[in-house]
């Protein structure tokens, strides 16, 4: 519920009340209603204004994070402004071979789904306002977080309040990968420059998308088209294309003609001619993982843990199972009576996804390096590579349950 004023002791403190902040905070008031532990979130941005239009934002969501959002209770809600992906069909542009997945092939209804991201910003805030487990301080910012033998001593400037100190057994840290308090921890990440930038926009294309998600994979790096949902008769799609540094701003700033010549010319016929692109948005690409996720009393969740290159789009979809992964273990301490900051207890997520996180990572960043070069041996390794995946059907089948982000498991309890 939201709030205006903190209490001096929380159980879990979680700051960050984005799309990762907000559902782990959900499906932890979810694991924990029998205990009733005392959670805050604390979010900076005041919430936001859910508008419609043809520019709007827009994050592709695996099968299972659907099933995630299924089990809170907030996929139905979803759903309802999100645009289901039947097909994935992934090519390499001027090689032959291509990987296509089918959701009958997988036996599901949806292999992911496109969904609007203020549209899901504002169920997962509504469902942090509704839930009388959670209380929501939004806006809120922290002026500063140290350590303490209990846990973490914060000091939060709310928006019409004096300084309030809060303590917590725990500070789950989901503040996005310009973490301004992790730098004040001195919580160094490895980086990895790609040498990149993705530029975002929303696209107009004369033929439907039949709910196919094309990804291509050019000479400057991979370029995605996801399906959206048509607006005043227009075919629309999300694109994200990955540029080369050196070329990035030159193209953002193309006259609309130009860009979509440009577009048509890296893409193909797919989807019939593009005839119109909307606002255009770079960023800059790097692989940046923390070199410590945990410490006694916290643990960092979403892109300060780990920041992916969009290709496949698995940042997000690693960051939810995540945040499944910690609530079920900390529901499951704070049932036993345990500290939920307890380095035992934290250690214990760490090794639970370890596996999934480094799959995640080695798959985005393998896909990446392979289709970004222009190397003879990675250019005749791939002319066979895409091809062998779609003809071998065990290759097949794992490289779709990758892309749905159905990791597999390994259950540990501390």
Known sequence: MRIS?????????????????????????????????????????PSMQVSTSFD????ALSHGSKQIYASLGLWKVIATHA????????????????VRIDRANMQVDALGHVAENQHLGRVLTDALDADPAIDFLCPASISSLVPTPQGMRLQVQGDSTDLLTVDAALVVLADGGKSTVSEQLGISSSLTPYGQHALIAN??????HRHI????????????VLPLAEQEGEHRGALIWTLADEEAAAVAALPERQFLEKLQERFGYRLGRFEKVGSRSLYPLTLSVAREQVRPGLVLL???????????????????RDAQVLAELLAHALAQGRNPGDMEVLQSYVKQQARDQQATIGFSDYMTR??????PALVWARKFGLFSIDMIPTFKRGFARQAMGLAERRQQRA
């Open 5 to 45: 004023e903190p209490l001096h002791h929380y159980d879990i403190v979680i700051i960050g009340g984005g799309l990762v902040g907000a559902s782990f905070a959900c499906a932890l008031a979810a694991q924990t209603r029998d205990f009733a532990p005392r959670i805050l979130v604390i979010e900076a941005a």
């Open 56 to 59: 709007a934002r827009s994050t």
């Open 83 to 98: 645009t289901p992906i039947q097909r994935i069909h992934v090519s390499d542009r001027g090689h032959f071979g291509a």
């Open 203 to 208: 696209v107009a294309f004369s033929d439907p």
């Open 213 to 224: 998600a094309y990804e291509r994979f050019t000479e400057s790096g991979p370029l995605a």
């Open 302 to 320: 979403g892109n300060v843990a780990h920041s992916l290159h969009p290709v496949a789009g698995q940042g997000l979809n690693l960051a939810l």
């Open 370 to 375: 392979l289709f970004s070069s222009s190397h």
